[in-house]
């Protein structure tokens, strides 16, 4: 992926990952700390949460980083057929929905503002510091013109945080003024007003003219080849081949025929005598 698009930005799927984590650690406290780490909005908050979850047991931080994979076709057909409940699913709870917001992103809000913190800072014009008493006393920066909070979440749901909600309120305005638009009911309608349509199975897909894809061929990896002799034999195994092993035989010396020695190490050799 960094190598034929290096500007694409390339995310895990954290469902999948927690369908394959929660086999392992199933837990219930692991799993909301799980879902935490994967709901921190900045590197600071990533970072805690999963030192937390190490110190419950440090296996659990080091299982997240696995994923799941399937085939090219398995997986667009299971995407297809996810989408195609969602979508039906979708649409028939927003027939029944009221209001602006819709009531989930409703049930959000409500619950940033039972996080509200007691000390709020403002400078007058777009500035304001608020300082999160429930939360390591931390302080974070709200800039209410650019719909930006130094704690990651405004910018990226597009709902105001606890601490934008406190700036909101300190500076007189209304919360639903900062909500983005693709959470209120007339927008989820209109994206879930184009169902997909149903597909036979796969005996009944067109053939194609294409010649059938094939394997890759074999490429040589860098590196010295292992050969058949490399192999760690198992205690007791006899070793490959014919030459037969030295080992308690008494070596006799070239130089001078005695025994127990060689004619590097024998007194006699010239070299040896110095």
């Known amino acids: 992926m960094r190598d034929y698009l290096p500007k694409a930005e390339h995310r895990m799927c954290a469902r999948h990952i927690y369908a394959n984590w929660r086999k392992k650690h199933k837990d219930h406290q692991l799993q909301k700390r799980f879902w935490a780490i994967a ?41 297809r057929k996810k989408m195609m409940v969602r979508v039906q699913e979708q649409k028939t709870k927003s027939e029944k929905w009221n209001g602006i917001i819709c009531p989930n992103i409703f049930k959000k809000i409500k619950a940033n503002i039972k996080k509200l913190s007691s000390e709020v800072l403002w400078n007058g014009k777009d500035g304001f510091e608020v300082k999160h008493l429930n ?33 909101i309120y300190k500076s007189g305005r209304k919360v639903e003024d900062f909500i983005d638009k693709c959470y209120y009911i007339d927008t989820c309608k209109k994206n879930y007003e184009h169902c997909l349509q149903p597909v036979e199975g796969e005996e009944s897909w067109p053939m194609s003219q294409n010649p059938r894809p094939v394997a890759p061929g074999y490429i040589a990896m860098p590196g010295a080849r292992k050969k058949n002799n490399d192999r760690k034999r198992e205690e007791g195994e006899a070793p490959k081949g014919k030459k037969l092993s030295k080992h308690g035989i008494q070596i006799t010396c070239g130089s001078c025929g005695g ?16």
């Open 135 to 167: 939360s390591r006393g931390r302080r974070y920066t709200v800039n209410l013109e650019k719909w930006t909070c130094s704690c990651g979440y405004f910018q990226l749901a597009g709902l105001p945080c606890c601490h934008a909600i406190c700036a």
């Open 259 to 274: 025994q127990g020695h060689n004619k590097t190490s024998c007194i006699k050799n010239g070299d040896n005598t110095k």
């Open 39 to 79: 709901k921190s909005a900045n590197r600071e908050d990533f970072n805690y949460n999963k030192a937390k979850l190490s110190q419950l047991t440090p296996k659990t931080s080091k299982d997240i980083i696995e994923a799941r994979f399937y085939p090219i076709i398995s997986q667009q057909e299971k995407i």
